[in-house]
């Protein structure tokens, strides 16, 4: 049984993301011994990656990968590596096409934290992924076509042979997420 269940935010997010909360209230409520660790991930991606290896070092396993946007990213590239469960809610995918447009000044929209984006930054988030999907049975992707942002096209090529979940409409916040939260419970055999 899964003992620890470490979930991302999205890119200048926090901790304090509504599905964040809601997951981690959700979780609570079903009285199991499980930890839900959500950490507010650097904006640099080089220190997150490194936030997320210590997490995984220090927690005790099984731990599952839940992640949305970047943090879907980041939940694929671990989940993977440590052949984990994951969930994916509205994932980023390689190679994170677009993500260019956040080179140079960023705000983190949460916190307010001002932070800048270089093209070794871009070039070193690009080069944690793998050029085609190989977790495919562990992995739950949860999608919205109406999601603005990214393209769920995208996502579903990428994770192609996942169990992947799409919701025609909606948006990059995932506005079905309490109405997936038992999927969720059972995907992860919680």
Known sequence: MIKTILYFHGFASSSDSNKAIIFKEYISS???????????????????????KKLIDINEKPI???GSSLGGYYAAYFSSLHNSKAVLINPATPP?????????????YSTGEKFTLSKADMNFIRSISFKSFQNQENTLVLV??????????????????????????GNHSYESLEKNLRKIKFFLEI
Request: charged fraction near 30%.
């Open 96 to 108: 994170l096409k677009g993500f260019d447009i956040h080179l140079g000044k960023n705000e983190n």
């Open 30 to 52: 079903l009285d199991k011994d499980i930890k839900v660790i959500i950490p507010d991930l650097n904006n640099n991606f080089k220190y997150a990656v490194e936030e997320i």
């Open 144 to 169: 919205e076509s109406g999601d603005e942002v990214l393209d769920y096209i995208d996502a579903y090529s990428y994770f192609k042979g996942s169990d992947i979940d799409i919701f025609f409409g």
């Open 64 to 66: 599952a990968f839940i």
